[in-house]
């Protein structure tokens, strides 16, 4: 039985020092409604928050679900429509609590309105978790790769602090590629402090916390990798600097999430070295899902 903790980051940390933080609602007004608990600004296009989790919802670390905000009322029924749009849950299974990590896009229908919330703000949440970035979809490896772009990392924060990924793989790599170096700040940091924060190092261990590789890089910024993944693992370079050898069928798994194009690249690439789709009803070698995009 796992602890029910609430892992101290830094997202918890802001909110405690908030100085006009409005008080958390216990009791929401509508229907699958959950409370904003904390909200962090990593860069002006990229924001996460986390909210209260329903008793009775379970999940799968790696899966997603809808949320939103009461949108605009239906002509046709004279009441407002929920406004929903699928998030990877970035918290891990045993959190009590939900984080999502999501992108800003000024006119897009839903972040234009979410970017706004604040603590004690109400969420639409429906309770359906689902999803193919799941363990359960991989046949058995020694190593494990999971590749992001942008917002792409949040179903992989849940995954990196769940104890099942760090059972099933001797070897964890997560890939990240974003635009500028403040993109990957959100992915970095929780990486950074999960290595050191006593309650992570207690629950999944250290010398497994050391199992983690991480590779960040950027595209249209200067930073210490710059490149995309998919040309960095076409040249080698990507190998090379992680000292390991090219992605075979054997020993390697992969989850992917990030934008389309980016996607199809890297399932090019996976069946390239032989690697097979996995699904939850045919586990196999790797496993792709869309990074939500408002
Ligand atoms: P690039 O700057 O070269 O387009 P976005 O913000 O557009 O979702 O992109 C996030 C990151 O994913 C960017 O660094 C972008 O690189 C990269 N990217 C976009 N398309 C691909 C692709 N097909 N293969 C690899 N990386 C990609």
């Known amino acids: 039985m796992l602890p029910a903790v609430k892992p101290m980051n ?4 802001v909110t405690d020092v908030a100085p006009n933080a409005s008080p958390v609602k216990a009791a929401p007004k509508l229907p699958d409604t959950q409370t904003v608990t904390a909200v962090k600004h990593w860069t002006d296009k990229l924001f996460s928050f986390r909210m209260t989790r329903p008793a009775t919802m379970r999940f799968r670390s790696g899966e997603f679900v809808m949320i939103g905000l009461m949108g605009d009322v239906n002509p046709k029924t004279g009441k407002p429509k929920p406004l929903l749009r699928a998030y990877s849950i970035a918290s891990p299974s045993w959190d009590e609590e939900l984080e999502f990590y999501s992108i800003k896009v000024q006119d897009g229908p839903l972040t234009s309105r ?4 604040q603590v004690g703000d109400e969420i639409i949440l429906r309770p359906k978790p689902v999803g193919t970035l799941v363990h359960d979809a991989l046949i058995p490896g020694k190593r494990i790769w999971f590749f992001a772009t942008g917002t792409g990392f949040a179903p992989f924060a849940s995954l990196l602090r769940d104890p099942q990924t760090f059972e099933d793989y001797d070897e964890i790599i997560i890939t990240h590629t974003c635009r500028t170096a403040g993109e990957l700040t959100y992915g970095a940091e929780l990486i950074e402090n999960l290595k050191q924060d006593e309650m992570m ?4 261990g250290e010398e497994n916390l050391n199992k983690i590789r991480y590779y960040p890089t950027t595209t249209r910024e200067e930073s210490p990798k710059m490149g995309r993944i998919t040309d960095l693992m076409r040249s080698g370079e990507a190998f090379t600097d992680l000292g390991v050898d090219p992605i075979n069928p054997d020993s390697d798994r992969a989850m ?3 934008n389309l194009a980016f996607n199809l690249e890297i399932k090019d690439l996976l069946e390239g070295y032989g690697l097979e789709e996995g699904a ?11 990074a939500f995009l408002d």
């Open 114 to 117: 979410l970017q706004h919330i």
């Open 280 to 290: 939850n009803s045919k586990p196999a070698q790797y496993v792709v899902e869309k």
């Open 256 to 258: 992917v999430c990030g």
């Open 10 to 13: 830094e997202i918890t940390k």
């Open 201 to 204: 190092i207690e629950l999944l």
